[in-house]
């Protein structure tokens, strides 16, 4: 039962571009998602949040948007630096704080100079 | 401030043998979690822990799989036995209740 989906696996972007990774969910009870980024041999680390009664949040260059009807955030990147190249996970939970998260599988971004 | 602190950072044993892990959180956080992550997977909750106390431990394999948080503070995570399936990284986190977690580096354990 996967309740948070992250259909793509992996993704390529040119530096300079605009990232755009996307994250899917079937349950109606999440109430705040968040977005990790993790390089190899280390943990994931907290890059943005966003709370259900938001459609958007900004952070420098990262953007989340949420669409609570149809059930799907994403996380813009822009521009895109060599930096931003790791896995990013979508986390969702059912209430702000110390709660559980469920992550979806993540996505690999590459950004190509 | 210091992070969530793990050890080993890898460990290879083979099936049946049993395996500790390590976890010091940042201090002052009341809230420790234990998570697997799969190769190719998100990681997926184990346990929580609010200070000494067990919160969640619904997705623990209990037959094999045991932690315990001593004092409130450090925690170990054991597996007796271990199978071809556990092989993945153990990711140790902890929080304070605001905001969301900080993770350790993990430890990545291969079962042959």
């Known amino acids: 039962d996967q309740q948070v989906k992250q259909n793509s696996p992996s993704l390529s972007v040119q530096e300079g571009r605009i990232s755009i990774l996307n994250c899917d969910y079937t349950?109606?009870?999440?109430?705040?998602f968040l977005w990790y980024k993790k390089y190899p041999a280390e943990g994931p680390t907290f890059l943005i949040s966003?709370?259900?009664?938001?459609d958007k949040n900004e952070d420098g260059r990262f953007t989340v948007f949420l669409n609570k009807s149809a059930k799907h955030l994403s996380l813009h990147i822009v521009p895109s630096q060599p930096g931003d190249s790791a896995v990013y996970f979508c986390?969702?939970?059912?209430?702000?704080?110390?709660?559980?998260?469920?992550f979806g599988q993540g996505t690999r971004l590459t950004i190509n100079p | 401030e210091a992070g969530v602190a793990q050890s080993p950072r890898y460990k290879i044993i083979e099936k049946r043998q049993s395996v500790a892990f390590w976890c010091n959180p940042i201090?002052?956080?009341?809230?420790l979690y234990w998570y697997q992550q799969i190769l190719g997977q998100g990681p997926k909750l184990l346990i929580q822990f609010q200070n000494n106390g067990v919160v969640d431990d619904s997705q623990l394999p209990k037959d094999r799989f045991s932690a315990e948080r001593l004092k409130g503070v450090d925690s170990t995570l054991k597996i007796q036995p271990a199978k071809l399936e556990d092989s993945a990284v153990y990711l140790c986190a902890s929080s304070v209740s605001a905001y969301g977690y900080t993770f350790g580096s993990g430890t990545r354990l291969t079962v042959v």
């Open positions: 986390a969702a939970s059912p209430i702000q704080g110390a709660q559980k998260l469920v």
């Open positions: 349950n109606s009870m999440f109430d705040y």
């Open positions: 966003i709370s259900s009664i938001k």
């Open positions: 201090s002052g956080h009341a809230t």
